[in-house]
């Protein structure tokens, strides 16, 4: 049975930061792309980051040069360090684990979620 388990959300001031966790198990962590996904009140689920089976890193352009996507295979643990944070940020923070090489940036892609962490900026 696979598990995804987020943690690390919160509240914080614009202009702070926060590092996400998800723990995985329950699958071959190295095997999968591993997501991070963010959607806020009355608003659709949006892509935020990913990093491929060999580390390389897609961002959304909101997130650019201010959020980082990590991973340790050791760990079974991905990461997203958020800097600079903003209260447009604020959203339910949700990571995902795809299965196929590509990274992909739509959320259909992914087939297991966790149930998600709430992270609130204000300003």
């Known amino acids: 049975q696979v598990q995804l388990v987020e943690s690390g959300g919160g509240l914080v001031q614009a202009g702070g930061s926060l590092r996400l966790s998800c723990a995985a198990s329950g699958l071959t962590f190295s095997n999968y792309v591993l997501g991070w996904f963010r959607q806020a009140p009355g608003k659709e689920r949006e892509f935020v980051a990913a990093?491929?089976?060999?580390?390389?890193?897609t961002y959304a352009d909101p997130v650019k040069g201010r959020f980082t996507i990590s991973r340790d295979n050791a760990k079974n643990t991905v990461y997203l360090q958020m800097n600079s944070l903003k209260p447009e940020d604020t959203a339910v923070y949700y990571c995902?684990?795809?299965?196929?090489?590509?990274?992909?940036?739509?959320?259909?892609?992914?087939?297991?979620w966790g149930q998600g962490t709430q992270v609130t900026v204000s300003s």
């Open positions: 990093v491929s089976r060999i580390s390389d890193n």
């Open positions: 995902a684990a795809d299965r196929t090489i590509a990274v992909y940036t739509s959320s259909s892609w992914y087939d297991y």
